[in-house]
């Protein structure tokens, strides 16, 4: 188990108050194999990000996403190296 798994379920694109990316953070894995992906409704892998606590501010090449709930993925090697941990969950674009 990860501990300090933590990541928001809402993006309110160009907010001031609310979260305007979405980012994981976490403890317990190694940076190395941190890998971050979302995924439109159909499936279609439209972001990737590597490393410490990768993000997602809410752009598709460059323009903003469409309003729209996206699938996440985040898988990690555990940093004792002998487990690799995946979760998923949807994240919601708003305006």
């Known amino acids: 188990m990860v ?4 990541c ?3 993006i309110h694109v160009n907010a001031k108050i609310y979260s305007t990316a ?3 953070v976490t403890i317990d894995v190694d940076p190395a194999t941190s890998v971050l992906r979302i995924f439109d409704r159909w499936g279609l ?3 990737e990000d ?3 606590n ?3 501010n809410g752009l598709i090449d460059g323009s903003p996403a469409p309003i729209d709930s996206y699938l996440w993925h985040y898988s990690a090697q555990l940093k004792c190296g002998f487990e690799e941990y ?3 969950g ?3 674009i708003v305006r």
């Not at 501990?3 to 933590?6: F, V």
């Open 86 to 88: 995946k979760t998923m």
């Open 45 to 47: 892998m439209i972001y």
């Open 90 to 92: 949807i994240v919601t």
């Open 3 to 6: 501990k300090g798994l933590d």
């Open 54 to 56: 990768p993000s997602w």
């Open 50 to 52: 590597k490393g410490v």
């Open 22 to 24: 979405f980012q994981v």
């Open 8 to 10: 928001p379920w809402l």
